[in-house]
């Protein structure tokens, strides 16, 4: 315990003298989300690594948020405290196999979720989130839309569109793993329970849930809700943030194997280490980065 304090108040010295700034997704671990300036979904944290002033962002998330806050923001030092923190959905689609996608749908516009590498991103028109998908899709002129690399999310996006989704055949393992016999489970044991799930989830998850939301959205909802009882079909990551919340509100995984270890890969000693040694700096290469912003600058402009 004596320990943590000391690391804190290092990692606060630090932030200090490096002029730094801390942002954490909302699945990282409860003392990272603490010690955070912001944390949020993916959305959100763009959003506020565009903003910030400070000279260096620490990124408490996995490797492609970090890699889209050095696509937005070239002159702060863009910090990842473990490398190893990659998304395996990130990893399922790569350029150069979107490139041959791409000349078999040439009419089809290339929407690509931001779990997706800078290279990924380069070949796309458009990047989305989970909070935007749809209006990201119907916000694009083309009628045909290749969506990479999350087919369930592109499942979800093509039940709520008129435009025909090409889906690519990437998965969160996280979130794939909640099966319909969790939810079913789950609302036997909670029967007033609310069910929210992640659009990450599969079709027949989300077709038992009440309602689907972004991390962020889950937490604004819930806030907002009425109801006492939640059943969570999302990374675990996010109780922390709940409970903080909703004092009193009862939460209940629908899968108690919803844990993303490569959200978990930051502690504090790798954030304090992190701080301390520079490191681990993620830049994009410049030509690589141009276009992958315009595909970012272009979600940024969708109004939701
Ligand atoms: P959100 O953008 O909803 O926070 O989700 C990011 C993610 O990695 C979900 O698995
Ligand atoms: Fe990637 Fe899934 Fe982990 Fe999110 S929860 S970072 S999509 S593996």
Not at 180 to 206: F, N
Request: glycine fraction near 4%.
């Amino acid at each position: 315990m004596q320990d943590m304090k000391k690391t804190i108040e290092r990692i606060n010295e630090l932030k200090g003298l490096h002029n730094a700034v801390i942002l954490a997704h909302n699945y990282e671990r409860g003392e990272i989300q603490d010690i955070a300036d912001f944390t949020g979904d993916s959305l959100g944290l763009s959003q506020q690594a565009m903003q910030q002033e400070a000279d260096v962002i620490v990124f408490c998330g996995v490797h492609f948020m970090a890699e889209s806050a050095a696509i937005l923001s070239p002159h702060k030092t863009v910090l990842l405290p473990e490398l190893y923190a990659g998304c395996p959905m990130a990893s399922m689609v790569t350029a150069s196999a979107l490139r041959k996608e791409k000349k078999k749908h040439p009419h089809a516009a290339v929407v690509c979720y931001v779990n997706s590498t800078a290279e990924v991103k380069a070949e796309s028109d458009i990047c989305c989130t989970s909070a935007n998908a749809v209006e990201v899709v119907n916000s694009l002129e083309e009628e045909e839309v290749l969506f990479v690399p999350d087919r369930n999310l592109a499942d979800y996006v093509a039940c709520n569109t008129s435009k025909r989704i090409i889906p690519w055949s990437g998965y969160c393992p996280t979130h794939n793993q909640i099966l319909v016999s969790d939810i079913i489970g789950a609302k036997e044991e909670h029967p007033g329970a609310e069910v929210l799930s992640h659009p990450e989830c599969r079709r027949e998850v989300l077709e038992l849930s009440d309602r689907v939301f972004s991390t962020t959205g889950m937490l604004d909802h819930v806030s907002r809700s009425p109801a006492e009882e939640f059943i969570i079909a999302t990374e675990k990551g996010i109780l922390h943030k709940l409970e903080q919340d909703n004092p009193g509100k009862r939460f209940y995984f629908a899968s108690e194997f919803a844990v993303c270890p490569e959200m978990k890969a930051i502690d504090i000693e790798a954030l304090m280490f992190s701080l301390e040694r520079r490191q681990h700096v993620i830049s994009v290469p410049e030509d690589i980065r141009v276009k992958a912003r315009r595909a970012l600058d272009r979600m940024l402009a969708v109004k939701r």
